[in-house]
């Protein structure tokens, strides 16, 4: 069964470094996502992707995140300059379609630990 | 700001105890819950898609009803298993924008 794919499992960065998250959605899927967990809160949305661009994005996602769809098969996030708060478990997912009913598949996440 | 809560945080049941989960959400523009099972360590599964109030869906021993005029969806497991362990997710859909808002998580713990 086709599955959303992360890499790395787990990223340990320096605060001020730049960490790229990377994702391999579903093969046909069209929409993109990047969701994220701080430890003992809710998961949040961070943006959604579609045609190679923003589609929607959160207050959370300022102008220290940025997407980007380099090839036919990758999704990647990047963190600028990251910060302790940026500590989280960042996951993607994909959909076929854009519609609430449409099941958005996730990925097994990626643990960010800035120190 | 949509607030999605589940209740109870966490549970913890015998194996073979049936077990259910709520899950409540603004009964305004509601499109879609979501409900999601995430093991540790795995991806969060997709168990069910729900739309039509009063609907009911079910996989194998879970199932989830939902009331959209009140606001809520339960999620029930019959004879819970030590593989059912794992934080049960809900999430609300609006339909005109993309994203899931999550709830808090139902942590289910099933012992022998």
């Known amino acids: ?115 | 700001i949509l607030n999605v809560e589940q209740s109870p945080q966490s549970l913890h049941v015998q194996e073979g105890d049936s077990t259910n989960f709520t899950c409540s959400f603004p009964s305004s523009n509601f499109y879609a819950l979501h409900w999601y099972r995430w093991e540790t360590a795995k991806s969060p599964e997709a168990l069910f898609v729900m739309t039509l109030n009063g609907d009911e869906k079910k996989k194998g021993r879970i199932s989830a009803t939902l009331n959209t005029k009140e606001g809520y969806s339960y999620l029930y497991i019959k004879g819970s298993q030590p593989e059912d362990s794992a934080t049960y997710l809900c999430a609300f859909h609006t339909g005109t924008a993309s994203k899931l808002t999550f709830g808090t998580g139902t942590r289910l713990q099933v012992t022998l």
């Open chain 1, 1 to 115: 069964e086709p599955e959303v794919t992360q890499t790395p499992s787990h990223q340990v960065t320096q605060m001020g470094q730049e960490v790229i998250l990377r994702c391999v959605p579903i093969s046909n899927h069209l929409y993109f996502y990047w969701y994220r967990q701080i430890l003992g809160q809710k998961v949040e949305f961070l943006v959604s992707f579609y045609n190679n661009e923003i589609s929607e994005k959160s207050e959370i996602f300022d102008d220290q995140f940025s997407v980007e769809r380099p090839d036919g098969s990758n999704f990647t996030l990047k963190i600028r300059s990251t910060k302790l708060e940026d500590s989280a478990m960042y996951f993607c997912a994909s959909s076929r379609t854009h519609g609430g009913t449409d099941t958005q598949y996730f990925g097994p996440g990626t643990r960010l630990t800035v120190l």
